[in-house]
């Protein structure tokens, strides 16, 4: 079993800048797509950003020019840079990591943005 392991949310007011970490447990880390989601409070979970393998990477429209993913496969941790952030990226963010049949989640992070 793989362990995902999300930190680094917290309060933050508009404008501002977090990045958030993904730790998995296991030396699968390389070979899965990397993705990060979100839910916001009464609505459903959405694809923020996902970085395959090999380095392509997907982002939501809403994020597009302030949020950046990437990966460091040497430390098995996927990580969210997320600027000029605005109230409506207030949410939980998940990380998930896919491989095959493979899919694991990790526990979530709270991002507050408010001022």
């Known amino acids: 079993q793989v362990q995902l392991v999300e930190s680094g949310g917290g309060l933050v007011q508009p404008g501002g800048s977090l990045r958030l970490s993904c730790a998995a447990s296991r030396d699968i880390f390389s070979s899965c797509t990397m993705h990060w989601f979100r839910q916001a409070a009464g609505k459903q979970r959405q694809l923020v950003a996902r970085i395959t393998s090999g380095g392509t990477i997907l982002y939501a429209d809403s994020v597009k020019g302030r949020f950046t993913i990437s990966r460091d496969n040497a430390k098995n941790t996927a990580y969210l840079q997320m600027n000029s952030l605005k109230p409506e990226d207030t949410a939980v963010y998940y990380c998930?990591?896919?491989?095959?049949?493979?899919?694991?989640w990790g526990q979530g992070t709270q991002v507050t943005v408010s001022s």
């Open positions: 998930r990591a896919t491989s095959g049949l493979r899919d694991y």
